[in-house]
């Protein structure tokens, strides 16, 4: 076990190390107050933990997925996916928020998010709507996906997920579920907000389309040129699937950190930190084949992403804690782990 944590966590605690040790040194750097400094360290862990805890069900999503995957788009997925995780959603998408809202060039969004914390804070909070009718659509699309599937067997939900998979006999329902509540969501926006709103909303179920149409391309080209007879999922599609994935579930955590802080520094060390370990744990449950041995776990994590999807479809009308966000994700991801401990087959 021990040498377990160490080759899947070493180089994550190392990480994390890093950044502490960069977040002192910015600090010290800004404030010369031991004090704030240990404040801001504070500040970072409780990020990291944060990311970690919300991140849960992306885990298990990406394991689901991982599992399918040859090893060569495993290991490749931990690495360069994580340029895409800390850098791409935790720091340039943030920035090019700030740069598309407000109209400046990327140095001056930089120059804004360093200089003039509070300005950048309220234009990322500006731009909520968007981000909710995008990232919302794109989650909702992923959840329902798993269980409007007309060939699923096993349920865990069966009262709500036998009429679900009714829908899947349809042509593009789930789209079209999606679409009725885009448009009665948009009704109770003002007129600005519900045309950023559908458009984003469109924007997001466009690119679910276009990556499960990138997934399907790549896999039928790898199932021509399999010679063992064995189809596996396509690395490449499946590779930009999961950071897109990745992203969505990351663009509420994004905006829900200025809660804490509006430093953005501080905010980029302390979530790159959590989905470092996040990333790690996904490859923990792919070798300890845990989805397989916790047979609902899978149903509970894609639960929670539809909860997290309408979660942000709705926080574009009314404010939604994290904790609710949170506690929804872990209730129904624990009750999925205790029903397949009492009712494993």
Known sequence: MLHDFRRHFAGPTLLTLIGLALAA???????RSLELTLSMLWVVAV???LEVSLSFDNAVVNAAVLTEMEPVWQRRFLT???IFAVFGTRIVFPLAIVGFTAGLNPLEAVRLSLEEPARYEAIVSHA?????????AFLSLVGLGFFTDPDKEVHWLAWAERPMQLIGTIKAGEIAVLLVVLI??????PPTEASQFLVAGLVGIIAFIAVEALGMAMENYEARRAVTGVVVRAGLGAFVYLNIL????????VIGAFALTRDMVIIAIGLS???IFVRSLTMVM???STLAEYRYLEHGAFWAIIALGVIMLVSAWVDVPQTVTGLIGAVLIGGAVWWSVRKPH
């Open 80 to 82: 360069w996916g994580m």
């Open 47 to 49: 990020l990291a933990v």
């Open 128 to 136: 909520h709507v968007v981000i909710a009718g995008f990232g919302g």
């Open 246 to 253: 990745d992203a969505s579930f990351s663009l509420d955590g």
């Open 25 to 31: 040194l910015y600090g010290w750097h800004e404030t």
């Open 286 to 288: 792919v070798e300890k």
């Open 273 to 275: 930190i959590g989905a």
């Open 184 to 189: 009665l969501i948009a009704r109770i926006l």
